[in-house]
T-cell receptor, first 109, second 114 residues
Framework: AQRVTQPEKLLSVFKGAPVELKCNYS??????LFWYVQYSRQRLQLLLR??SRESIKGFTADLNKGETSFHLKKPFAQEEDSAMYYC???????????FGQGTELSVKP | DSGVTQTPKHLITATGQRVTLRCSPR?????VYWYQQSLDQGLQFLIQ???????AKGNILERFSAQQFPDLHSELNLSSLELGDSALYFC?????????????FGPGTRLTVL
């Protein structure tokens, strides 16, 4: 079955430190991978997706098919990055998003 | 607000009851998705509609049903409610129905079953 795993429930870093939020997936085909973010009291929103290969708010994510990972990285964390981050995948070109359990990122001053 | 809207914001009801959650998609979006977020299961896909037709189904219970109306708003009906149905229910919409189409989420309806 398709599954997304985010091993860290909580990740706490200091401002200016690098951050990496881990995401592993299980799917034998070629899924499309996403990172969604939910800031405090705001809606869940798309941060970035693999197919776009963009850098959003300084975040990047690289798809590693060998390791079935899609880790989210940022070289210098900011306090405003504190939020809940969800990794998700879609397969078979449909619209069904499969989410990981989420990682809460806390960036301390 | 031209974003996805959901009503009500909060709903408190008793076991065995039936409730209806409503979702209005963004203007122009044809596809509506329903997700359930609970502490133990996380965010789970329930069902997708595209222009009034069911497009995809997740692990949606038989006690739950949904529909999308001609004006493209959608309703999620939950019946014979159990304590375990307490969760945050999100609606999302997109202009198309495939994985190329970004899903925009609503604020959610928090359901509490007592």
């Amino acid at each position: 079955a398709q599954r997304v795993t985010q091993p860290e429930k909580l990740l706490s870093v200091f401002k200016g430190a690098p951050v990496e939020l881990k995401c592993n997936y299980s799917y034998s085909g070629s899924p499309e991978l996403f990172w969604y973010v939910q800031y405090s009291r705001q809606r869940l929103q798309l941060l970035l997706r693999h197919i776009s290969r963009e850098s959003i708010k300084g975040f990047t994510a690289d798809l590693n098919k060998g390791e079935t990972s899609f880790h989210l990285k940022k070289p210098f964390a900011q306090e405003e990055d504190s939020a809940m981050y969800y990794c998700a995948l879609i397969y078979n070109q449909g619209g069904k998003l499969i989410f990981g359990q989420g990682t809460e990122l806390s960036v301390k001053p | 607000d031209s974003g996805v809207t959901q009503t009500p914001k909060h709903l408190i009801t008793a076991t065995g009851q039936r409730v209806t959650l409503r979702c209005s998609p963004r203007s122009g979006d044809l596809s509506v998705y329903w997700y359930q977020q609970s502490l133990d299961q996380g965010l789970q896909f329930l069902i997708q509609y595209y222009n009034g037709e069911e497009r995809a189904k997740g692990n949606i219970l038989e006690r739950f049903s949904a529909q999308q109306f001609p004006d493209l708003h959608s309703e999620l009906n939950l019946s014979s409610l159990e304590l375990g149905d307490s969760a945050l229910y999100f609606c999302a919409s997109s202009d198309g129905g495939g994985f190329y189409n970004e899903q925009f989420f609503g604020p959610g309806t928090r359901l509490t079953v007592l």
